[in-house]
Structures are given as structure tokens and as C-alpha cells.
């Protein structure tokens, strides 16, 4: 079936660097990846929508220049935490979405800001 | 407006006991699609099923079933004769095809007791 690989599983970095999370589609062509963040013990919050080849549309709240979305091809999307604080710490998840897809999930990506 | 409630924050049940999770959903669309995911302990999210507007039939899948109810927007999940191995967060989640964005409910966490 429809897999959809996101790495890193986890990552550790110092406050004030960047990190980029990847999601990849491995057998579809996603034409909307979503992203989302997910507090321990909370749902999933939709943070941006991304479209191949367009701007994200982010949700309110969210921060466009600290959030980077890329979405340059049908099979990669890319988060890019910019300048990350301990408060931006939390598990990050995307998801892809194509024709006849039923909205796979990554694995997700724990961040961890010191 | 658009909103997935999950009214059920945790159930507790004993192994073998058959259990139903309810999931209301709010949308002005009238093409949407409705899921049902499950999170273990270990964090990914599990695909379990995809539902277009359009599509009201029940569905079974070996112990798990759902009842899709227009009139009641409720997209509902039972799991007869649980066993330990359900124990998990249960997501619902809405995705409207106008605004295209995906909507999360807030889970509900089952407990499976042998």
C-alpha cells in the first residue's frame, strides 16, 4: 500500500539552529502533503497545507518564517524549523495526500530543543 | 465551521468486551471524506479507514466496523471482542475537499484489560 517515509525519527538540537524534516511518497504522487503538530498526550493540530509546486497555506497561529514548507515535487515535502526554541519541542507529523490516497501518515519526527 | 468532536476522552474495558467509539463531524461541504486512525504507544499513525460522503455503507473488517449516519454526521467505530493489543488512541479526523484542509478529533483512549 500507499507509504509515506518521513525522517528524521527523532532529533536533538541546540536553540537557535534549524532542522528540516523530510516526507517523502513512496508509491503516490502527493499532491497536498500536510503538516501537523502534536503535543504529548494531545490530537493532531494541522499546522500547513502545502499544494506541489505552490505557497503553504498555514493555519492560523502558526508562524510562516519560523514554519518553512517546501512542497517542490509530488513525492517530497520538506518542514524546516527554523531558529528553534525549547517551546518549539514536540512530535511532527505529515501526511500525503493523492488521487485514490487515503491520507497516509509518516512515522513522525520527535524534536527535542535544548 | 468545520469540527470533529470525539466526546469520549478514555474508555476502559476488559479483554473480549465489544466497544464503540463515537466521532461527530460538523462541515458546510458536501464532498468530504472521514477516517478513522489509530495511534500506539510508539507514536505512528495507523490508517484503519477512509470514507467518502457518498459512500454510506457499513463497513466491517475482520473485528473492527464502522456506521457511517449522514443524518447524524457521526462516522462511529466498533471493536468487537477487544483484545489487549487495542489499547491505543483512537483519531477520527474530517477532510473537506472545499477549503481542503484536514480537521482532527481529540482522540479517545482505550484501554484493553486482560
Known amino acids: 500500500g500507499a507509504v509515506v517515509s518521513q525522517h528524521p525519527s527523532w532529533v536533538i538540537c541546540k536553540s537557535g539552529t534549524s532542522v528540516k524534516i523530510e516526507c517523502r511518497s513512496l508509491?503516490?504522487?502527493?499532491?497536498?502533503m500536510f503538516w501537523y503538530r502534536q503535543f504529548p498526550k494531545q490530537s493532531l493540530m494541522l499546522m500547513a497545507t502545502?499544494?506541489?509546486?505552490?505557497?503553504?497555506?498555514?493555519e492560523q497561529g502558526v508562524e510562516k518564517d519560523k514554519f518553512l514548507i517546501n512542497h517542490a515535487s509530488l513525492t517530497l515535502s520538506t518542514l524546516t524549523v527554523t531558529s528553534a526554541h525549547p517551546e518549539d519541542s514536540s512530535f511532527y507529523i505529515c501526511?500525503?495526500?493523492?488521487?485514490?490516497?487515503?491520507?497516509?501518515f509518516g512515522n513522525g519526527t520527535r524534536l527535542t530543543v535544548t | 465551521a468545520q469540527k470533529v468532536t470525539q466526546a469520549q476522552t478514555e474508555i476502559s474495558v476488559v479483554e473480549k468486551e465489544d466497544v464503540t467509539l463515537d466521532c461527530v463531524y460538523e462541515?458546510?461541504?458536501?464532498?468530504?471524506?472521514l477516517f478513522w486512525y489509530k495511534q500506539p504507544p510508539s507514536g505512528e499513525l495507523v490508517f484503519l479507514i477512509r470514507?467518502?460522503?457518498?459512500?454510506?455503507q457499513n463497513e466491517i473488517s475482520g473485528r473492527y466496523s464502522w456506521n457511517f449516519q449522514k443524518s447524524t454526521s457521526s462516522f462511529n467505530f466498533t471493536i468487537t471482542a477487544s483484545q489487549v493489543v487495542d489499547s491505543a488512541v483512537y483519531f477520527c479526523?474530517?477532510?473537506?475537499?472545499?477549503?481542503?484542509?484536514?480537521?482532527f478529533g481529540a482522540g479517545t483512549r482505550l484501554f484493553v484489560k486482560a
Open positions: 501526511s500525503g495526500w493523492g488521487e485514490n490516497s487515503p491520507l497516509h
Open positions: 508509491d503516490f504522487q502527493a499532491t497536498t
Open positions: 502545502s499544494n506541489e509546486g505552490s505557497k503553504a497555506t498555514y
Open positions: 462541515t458546510r461541504d458536501t464532498t468530504y471524506y
Open positions: 470514507r467518502n460522503s457518498f459512500d454510506e
Open positions: 479526523a474530517l477532510l473537506n475537499t472545499g477549503g481542503f484542509k484536514t480537521i
